[in-house]
């Protein structure tokens, strides 16, 4: 079956704006996650889903990042007023359930000008 | 919270050779996961493996969660073995999210 996808694969954007990226886990996954990986490091952990709710918010950086799944499935990351320091890849990831094996997507590589 | 370490952070092999790749963590884990991230930047899963050792083709695994340390081993190596390989743990108690290490930046010639 199909793997993590998220779109838009690359997002240049000017400082200020806003930004929306989206995640479509694989099909039948309860548990969703963003990180975001800066050049150089490893991914760091923003927010987990399991189903619809968040369980963890604890890795967003301040009040500019929200993240949404509304019906369980389709999550979308939200950052407004963007600033260069946002400027990173992120990555999308899911699992059956919590706790087991996490799947990556390709990821968003979002550059602020 | 939870520190991992990996070692070496950058290593050069000639196409063939074996390697033996390191990660330390620093607390108890539910999870431990081993990633190559290609020079395309996907993430890709080589092993789920909290405990125990595991195999697939020229690539083993073995975790000692008693002693916070998995090894990740690669053998006849190939060129398209290169890229970062990760270590990944979920430490027991933070429901699920994973901590990183820092990688090891494998390049493998020819």
């Known amino acids: 079956g199909a793997g993590v996808s998220q779109t838009p694969s690359n997002k240049v954007t000017e400082k200020g704006k806003y930004v929306e990226l989206r995640c479509d886990p694989i099909s039948g996954h309860t548990a969703l996650y963003w990180y975001r990986q800066s050049l150089g490091q490893g991914p760091e952990f923003l927010i987990y889903f399991q189903g619809t709710g968040a369980a963890d918010d604890s890795g967003l950086p301040n009040d500019r990042f929200f993240a949404v799944r509304p019906e369980g499935s389709v999550s979308t990351l939200k950052i407004q007023r963007t600033e260069r320091g946002d400027s990173a890849v992120y990555l999308c990831?899911?699992?059956?359930?919590?706790?087991?094996?996490?799947?990556f997507g390709p990821g968003t590589r979002l550059l602020v000008l | 919270g939870i520190q991992v370490e990996q070692s070496p952070p950058d290593l050069i092999l000639q196409e063939g050779a074996n390697s033996t790749l390191r990660c330390n963590f620093s607390d108890s884990v539910n999870n431990l996961q081993w990633f190559h991230q290609n020079p395309w930047g996907q993430l890709i899963n080589l092993f789920y493996?909290?405990?125990g050792t595991k195999q697939n083709g020229r690539l083993s695994a073995t975790t000692v969660a008693t002693e916070r340390y998995s090894l990740l081993y690669i053998s006849s190596s190939q060129t398209t073995d290169s890229g970062v390989y990760f270590c990944a743990v979920e430490n027991t108690g933070t429901a699920s999210k994973l901590t990183f290490g820092t990688g090891t930046r494998l390049q493998v010639t020819l």
């Open positions: 990831a899911s699992s059956r359930n919590m706790q087991e094996t996490q799947y």
């Open positions: 493996i909290p405990s």
